[in-house]
């Protein structure tokens, strides 16, 4: 049996998620399931779970396979106060769907924003 490292993601947020977005991958906003009549949205964690141990639908996002790869290969930096991710390259990604990430502001820690030289807070 082929085993694959994966962590546990709860599935009535994901069910949820699914709900709230329409099948939509919050990032490039393709509905697979409409374009194509397969569901293959994925959900990975904005900060990683070994990190955060957070798996509450605010730290999850609902994408297709190709952001989600994306996302795994290039590791950018998540930044809270603009929903975007920043790449190492200066590419944006931003969310084009929100209704459960907290921004910055509105009280989530600024754990997300450890990063070697990116600076996204202006003092
Ligand atoms: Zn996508």
Same mark, same amino acid.
């Given at each position: 049996?082929?085993?694959?490292?994966?962590?546990?993601?709860?599935?009535?947020?994901?069910?949820?998620?699914?709900?709230?977005? /329409?099948?939509? =991958?919050?990032? =490039?906003?393709? /509905?697979?399931?409409?374009?194509?009549?397969?569901? @293959?949205?994925?959900?990975?964690?904005?900060?990683?779970?070994?990190?955060?141990? /957070?798996?509450?639908?605010? /730290?999850?996002?609902?994408? =297709?396979?190709? =952001?989600?790869? @994306?996302?795994?290969?290039?590791?950018?930096?998540?930044?809270?106060?603009?929903?975007?991710?920043?790449?190492?390259?200066?590419?944006?990604?931003?969310?084009?769907?929100?209704?459960?990430?907290?921004? &910055?502001?509105?009280?989530?820690?600024?754990?997300?924003?450890?990063?070697?030289?990116?600076?996204?807070?202006? &003092?």
């Amino acid at each position: 049996m082929k085993s694959v490292k994966q962590r546990k993601v709860n599935l009535k947020i994901v069910r949820d998620l699914r709900h709230i977005y /329409n099948g939509k =991958c919050q990032l =490039c906003v393709i /509905n697979p399931s409409e374009n194509f009549g397969v569901d @293959i949205l994925e959900s990975p964690h904005i900060e990683y779970f070994s990190k955060s141990q /957070n798996s509450n639908s605010d /730290n999850i996002l609902l994408t =297709c396979p190709d =952001c989600h790869n @994306i996302l795994y290969k290039l590791n950018p930096i998540f930044n809270d106060e603009t929903l975007s991710y920043v790449f190492k390259k200066g590419n944006i990604l931003a969310l084009q769907e929100n209704k459960t990430i907290i921004t &910055a502001q509105q009280e989530r820690p600024q754990t997300r924003m450890k990063t070697g030289s990116m600076v996204f807070l202006v &003092a």
